[in-house]
Each structure stands twice: as C-alpha cells, then as structure tokens.
C-alpha cells in the first residue's frame, strides 16, 4: 500500500471494530504549506486586526442595545 499511495509513512487509527490506515506526507510542513498555497495571502497581523475589528463592532452594538453608546 505505501507503494500506491506514494508514502513510506502511514497512521494507524484503531476505531474500534476496525482498523483504518492512513496515508501521512514524508513531510508535513510542506504537505500543509501546499493545502494552503492557493487562499488568499492573509498575514497573521491581518487575521488579528480583522478579529479585533469585528469585536469592537459587535461590543459597539451591544452598547447601541442597552442604550449606554
């Protein structure tokens, strides 16, 4: 089977009434680079900002709510 599916390393997952394997890359840290190597370029510094946006507008709302703005 690791000829088949191009791998030397496979996981094992015990799921109780069967056995499941698994493929797993040679290298994970490449594998995931290449899962993620067509989205949208974000940066961490970006992801955070547009989090900490969206939490100042739902706090804004919730103060607009409660008649407190």
Known sequence: MR????TST????DEGDRIVLRPVPDDPIAALRGI????NPTSGATAVRAARDEDIEIEEEKWKRTGRA
Request: aromatic share 16%; proline share 0%.
């Open 10 to 13: 496979v996981a094992i997952e």
């Open 36 to 39: 993620f190597a067509d989205d």
């Open 3 to 6: 000829h088949r599916w191009g």
